[in-house]
């Protein structure tokens, strides 16, 4: 077998071996600023990515803030907690059609937006411990009631707590965020039902995701989550 031949002094590297020396994080990152240029600051981010999902946490907190919950809670006016909910998600794209359809069927009924109000205000604005209300929070998405598709699923877990307090709660996709996780080279530990330890080991994903983009400034999980998308997602 023919040596290779040494590199001179002042040759160019061949290409793509740069690119092969660069760690999982940083092809991401560099694969988010092919797409906006700007950072979390690009104009165009701001426009496919980040307005949208914070429009609805503006209107969350027009519909739902903690006081108004609190009312309505008191006034046993369930179905009005559940329609506001599923109205602010439903001008979002971040539920799949079938999801949407399940949630709205799910909460029709009294003891359905009864189950989902109170649980929902528990998960959001309740005592304890966060994996304590995350797992009351699955345990009664997986109470609600069911007319054809299943409504226990990994966005269905999430979406709300991403949009009331996107400061704390991250919006979880399955195929995507498995996708980004190992395009980064992150130990996402999956299960495909949800759980508290993988919803923990994401949040501990998009903490390493804050931290290697420090210098990019990234608001909250918003910003966080856009980034885990553009990497996991086949429209980029």
């Not at 759980?195 to 998009?206: E, I, T």
Request: glycine share 6%; charged share 30%; aromatic share 14%.
């Amino acid at each position: 077998m023919a040596k290779a031949k040494a590199a001179k002094p002042g040759d160019k590297p061949r290409p793509g071996r740069t690119l092969k020396k660069l760690s999982g994080a940083e092809r991401c990152r560099r694969k988010f600023l092919r797409s906006f240029p700007g950072g979390f600051e690009d104009e165009t981010y701001f426009e496919w990515e980040r307005n949208y999902k914070w429009e609805a946490h503006e209107r969350w907190n027009e519909a739902l803030n903690p006081t108004t919950f609190r009312s309505l809670l008191k006034a046993e006016d369930f179905l009005e907690i559940a329609a506001r909910a599923v109205r602010i998600e439903s001008r979002t794209n971040l539920l799949f059609s079938f999801e949407k359809m399940a949630l709205r069927d799910a909460v029709k009924s009294v003891d359905g937006a009864r189950l989902f109000a109170t649980g929902l205000y528990a998960l959001l604005h309740g005592p304890g411990a966060e994996q304590e209300k995350f797992e009351r929070w699955r345990d009664v998405v997986a109470e609600l009631p069911r007319k054809q598709t299943r409504v226990l699923t990994w966005p269905v877990v999430t979406v709300f707590g991403f949009v009331a307090l996107p400061e704390k709660h991250i919006f979880l996709k399955p195929n995507v965020t498995r996708i980004a996780a190992n395009a980064y080279g992150a130990d996402f530990q999956y299960q495909s039902r949800p759980n508290w330890s993988s919803y923990f080991s994401l949040l501990q994903f998009a903490e390493k995701v804050r931290r290697d983009l420090e210098d990019m400034r990234p608001r909250d999980m918003i910003d966080l989550q856009s980034f885990i998308w553009v990497q996991g997602s086949d429209e980029y």
